[in-house]
C-alpha cells in the first residue's frame, strides 16, 4: 500500500532552535513536495524534490530515494514559521488520483 | 501573477441554501482541482478539472457540483448541504495532470454549513 508517513505530528520549540521534520514513505516516488499550510488555510508549495537537496531562505530540504526518506530543516526558526508542514509524494504507480498522497501533516508551533 | 484566488475567504449558508465558490488563476494552467480539508487531515482531492473537462471525480456527493467556465475559472456550486460537510476548500491548478511539480494552492474557502 502506498503510504506516507511525518513525524512528528507536533512539535513545539523555541525562537532560534533549528527544526527538522521527517517524512517517510513504502514504495518509489517520481517527486516530493515539500507544503506549509497557516491557520488561515492556504497552502503554499516550499520545495518540489525528485533527488539531493534545496534551500530557500532558513528552509532546507533534502531526500534520500534509497531510503525513503526526506526532512525539512528550519535554521533559526521563528514565530512566523508556525504552520502545519505537509509532506506530499508522487507514486511511481498506484498514487491518488492527481498523482499526489498526502501526509497528515506536522503541527510546527514556534515561541518567542 | 503567480497566484490562486479563491472567493469567499468565509461562507457561512444553512442546509436549503444555494451558494457557489469561485477559484480563479492566470497563470495559464490548464489542470484546476478542488479539495475539501476537514480539521488535522491532509487535503482530500475532490474534482480534477484538465483542459477545462472534468477528469476526475472523486465520488463526491452531486450536491457538490463542479463547473469551469474557462480555462481561469473554476466553480464549486453548492446545494442541499450538511453540516458535516464543514470544510476548508482548496483550490489548486497546475500547467497539467498529474500534478506539475509546480502547484499552486489557493487560500481556501473555510466553509460552514448550519
Known amino acids: 500500500k502506498n503510504e506516507v508517513e511525518q513525524s512528528p505530528q507536533n512539535l513545539t520549540a523555541q525562537e532560534g532552535e533549528f527544526i527538522t521534520i521527517n517524512c517517510s514513505y513504502s514504495v518509489g516516488i517520481s517527486a516530493l513536495h515539500w507544503l506549509q499550510q497557516h491557520p488561515g488555510g492556504g497552502i503554499v508549495s516550499l520545495f518540489m524534490?525528485?533527488?539531493g537537496k534545496k534551500k530557500h531562505g532558513r528552509l532546507i530540504a533534502t531526500i534520500n530515494i534509497q531510503e525513503k526518506h526526506s526532512s525539512l530543516h528550519i535554521t533559526a526558526s521563528h514565530p512566523r514559521d508556525s504552520a502545519v508542514y505537509i509532506c506530499?509524494?508522487?507514486?511511481?504507480?498506484?498514487?491518488?488520483?492527481?498523482?499526489?498522497?498526502f501526509g497528515k501533516g506536522t503541527h510546527l508551533i514556534i515561541q518567542p | 501573477d503567480t497566484e490562486v484566488t479563491q472567493t469567499p475567504k468565509h461562507l457561512v449558508m444553512g442546509m436549503t441554501n444555494k451558494k457557489s465558490l469561485k477559484c480563479e488563476q492566470h497563470m495559464g494552467h490548464r489542470a484546476m482541482y478542488w479539495y475539501k480539508q476537514k480539521a488535522k487531515k491532509p487535503p482530500e482531492l475532490m474534482f480534477v478539472?484538465?483542459?477545462?473537462?472534468?477528469?476526475i471525480n472523486e465520488s463526491v456527493p452531486s450536491r457538490f457540483s463542479p463547473e469551469c467556465p474557462n480555462s481561469s475559472l473554476l466553480n464549486l456550486h453548492l446545494h442541499a448541504l450538511q453540516p458535516e460537510d464543514s470544510a476548508l476548500y482548496l483550490c489548486?491548478?497546475?500547467?497539467?495532470?498529474?500534478?506539475?511539480?509546480?502547484?499552486?494552492f489557493g487560500q481556501g474557502t473555510r466553509l460552514t454549513v448550519v
Open positions: 524534490l525528485s533527488s
Open positions: 506530499a509524494v508522487r507514486f511511481l504507480s498506484g498514487g491518488g488520483a492527481d498523482g499526489l498522497t
Open positions: 478539472y484538465s483542459y477545462e473537462k472534468l477528469s
Open positions: 489548486a491548478s497546475s500547467q497539467d495532470i498529474p500534478v506539475h511539480p509546480r502547484a499552486f
